[in-house]
């Protein structure tokens, strides 16, 4: 989970200038991951703090936020980890 969560933060942080004040629709295939963003808290301490830093980039660059769960089974950003890379080729 907490791997997830950091990946969604370091693609805000790394798209920083193309996301301020945008809307931004955020997709996590983590159930987890997507509640402790949802809510902005976690029970554990790194996933709170991940969280916290994912809403503080959020606030500081006014960016509105939707959080949407994609299913793993259709998420295309899982393929390489599974050995597919056809839809990388494509692309």
């Known amino acids: 989970?907490?791997?997830e969560m950091a990946a969604v933060l370091?693609?805000?942080q790394t798209f920083s200038q193309q996301c301020r004040?945008?809307?931004?629709?955020v997709w996590i295939d983590n159930t987890g991951g997507e509640g402790a963003?949802?809510?902005?808290?976690s029970k554990s301490?790194?996933?709170n703090s991940l969280s916290y830093a994912f809403w503080l980039q959020a606030a500081r660059d006014?960016?509105?936020?939707h959080i949407n769960r994609v299913d793993t089974?259709?998420?295309i950003a899982d393929d390489p980890s599974r050995g597919d890379f056809e839809t990388m080729k494509a692309l």
């Open 62 to 65: 006014r960016i509105n936020i």
């Open 21 to 25: 004040e945008q809307n931004v629709r």
């Open 73 to 75: 089974k259709v998420n």
């Open 1 to 3: 989970m907490a791997l």
């Open 37 to 41: 963003f949802s809510k902005g808290a």
């Open 10 to 12: 370091l693609g805000m």
């Open 45 to 47: 301490n790194d996933h």
